[in-house]
Nanobody
Framework: QVQLVESGGGLVQAGGSLRLSCAAS????????MGWFRQAPGKDREFVAA????????YYADSVKGRFTISRDNAKNTVYLQMNSLKPEDTAVYYC????????????????????WGQGTQVTVSS
């Protein structure tokens, strides 16, 4: 069982930056691939970024590539999402999720592959 708690959301102007954190409980955090997803009002939840449990591989949605960076610190049981050059269309509730995998380098972008989810943190980007 893994419990996830996101933090770092808030209100920022377009062009600004935020760093989201996701703190995980459980001794096996280092064996979970981690992902960030987001859901805007009236829209489906969408994939943002993912990182393998080794940290060697990352994957991004085209809409955030070059602006967002996912990273993890297994010693701190924490995954981060650095968001730069934010746009109003990035406004959403951001969720982190954990995907237990036997392979240290595999990552998935499908939400159905993730077993554990945080409660979400609101990010609002004003124009």
């Amino acid at each position: 069982q893994v419990q996830l708690v996101e933090s770092g959301g808030g209100l920022v102007q377009a062009g600004g930056s935020l760093r989201l954190s996701c703190a995980a409980s459980g001794r096996t955090f280092s064996r979970y691939a981690m992902g960030w997803f987001r859901q805007a009002p009236g829209k489906d939840r969408e994939f943002v970024a993912a990182i393998s449990w080794s940290g060697a591989n990352t994957y991004y949605a085209d809409s955030v590539k070059g602006r967002f960076t996912i990273s993890r610190d297994n010693a701190k049981n924490t995954v981060y999402l650095q968001m730069n050059s934010l746009k109003p269309e990035d406004t959403a509730v951001y969720y982190c999720a954990a995907d237990p995998l036997p392979d240290p380098n595999i990552i998935h972008s499908g939400a159905e592959r993730y077993d554990y989810w945080g409660q979400g943190t609101q990010v609002t980007v004003s124009s």
